[in-house]
């Protein structure tokens, strides 16, 4: 199923913003779920968690996708 491209923009603009916060110290723990975001595609709507790790020099996001039911 491919994107459209503002859903695709805009999925990655919430990426990049994750990034952005993790790599600027503004999550506090590994353990906590940074954002959320969610995005319909083909009448699907998915939730997306963000969870920052890994190190300054290697960041990492952690993402769960959830699909709810139609």
């Given at each position: 199923?491919?994107?459209?491209?503002?859903t695709?923009?805009?999925?990655?603009?919430?990426?990049?913003?994750?990034?952005?916060?993790?790599?600027?110290?503004?999550?506090?723990?590994a353990?906590?779920?940074?954002?959320?975001?969610?995005?319909?595609?083909?009448?699907?709507?998915?939730?997306?968690?963000?969870?920052?790790?890994g190190?300054?020099?290697?960041?990492?996001?952690?993402?769960?996708?959830?699909?709810?039911?139609?």
């Amino acid at each position: 199923m491919p994107l459209t491209g503002q859903t695709r923009n805009n999925i990655l603009a919430q990426l990049d913003a994750a990034f952005a916060a993790l790599e600027a110290g503004e999550v506090p723990s590994a353990d906590l779920i940074h954002q959320s975001f969610e995005f319909t595609l083909t009448g699907v709507r998915y939730i997306v968690q963000v969870q920052g790790g890994g190190t300054s020099g290697y960041p990492l996001l952690d993402l769960r996708v959830k699909r709810l039911p139609a």
